[in-house]
Structure formats: C-alpha cells, structure tokens
C-alpha cells in the first residue's frame, strides 16, 4: 500500500530543467547518459516546448523544458540563471485538496486554479519562496 503524506504527495514526478535548446537537450540525455525519450508535447500556455526522459524501469522523469519565446516564463528562467534545474515535481491524488492544505498551511500557490500540464495533468506550483528557494509543482495525472 502506497503511505501518502498530509498534502496528498504519492511519488517525485519528475524534475524539470530549462534548456534552450529542446533536441539538442534530448540527444544529450539519451546518447549521453542513456535515456529514452518516451513523450514530447508543445504547451502553449505554458509557453514550453517539453520532452519526458525516462532511465531504467523507474516511474520518475527528467521533463526538459524549453521556451516557445522569449516571452515565456522558462526564457525568462534561462535569462535570469542560465539552463538548469527549474522545478521538482510531485504527483498527488488530488490536487484541489493539495493545494488547499498547502494554503492553510500559509503556503502562496502561483495559480488560483489548477492548469493544464503534461499529457492533459493538473498542476500547479507553490512559490519558491515559500519552499526554501526550490519551486516545487504538484501534478494530478490525468
């Protein structure tokens, strides 16, 4: 039986970084450290343009992510701190009742709603601030 934490945490998803470049990204993670690619997606919502790592047999995923322009939050990202680690990600059970026991803990979430990740998730983010610096997101598969 799967233990799930106070906030509804099940599993890490996925760590994401930004990259500038997504297929140059991918070829590094796969003929480099031996990774597979097993999804690509373009949200433009998010102004990203992603790709899912995989290694081994295990169910978490580098998420590399680059900016569909220069406007996006991942190109601001990379003007701001260069490429790198952007995010760590956990899957919930339910994401409304995670964030809501994040904010009665005094947590800020970025968004008022949940919004379209990944192969049609929910997600949001708590604000970095409130989290030691790191931006953690929430993910509800779909």
Do not use: W
Request: hydrophobic content about 40%; charged content about 20%.
């Amino acid at each position: 039986m799967t233990e799930v934490s106070p906030v509804g945490l099940l599993a890490v998803d996925h760590v994401g970084i930004a990259v500038p470049d997504l297929a140059e990204a991918v070829r590094f993670y796969e003929e480099t450290l031996g990774g597979r690619c097993v999804h690509v997606e373009r949200n433009e919502e998010q102004g990203v343009e992603e790709a899912m790592v995989a290694f081994g047999d295990g169910g978490t995923r580098i998420q590399l992510l680059a900016p569909l322009s220069a406007e996006s939050t991942i190109a601001k990202f990379i003007g701001r701190n260069g490429p790198g680690l952007q995010q760590l990600a956990f899957t919930v059970a339910d994401i409304t009742m995670a964030c809501e026991s994040l904010r009665a803990q005094g947590l800020r979430l970025l968004y008022d709603a949940p919004k379209r990740g990944t192969s049609n998730s929910r997600i949001n983010f708590v604000h970095p601030k409130d989290a030691g610096g790191v931006l953690i997101e929430l993910v509800e598969p779909a």
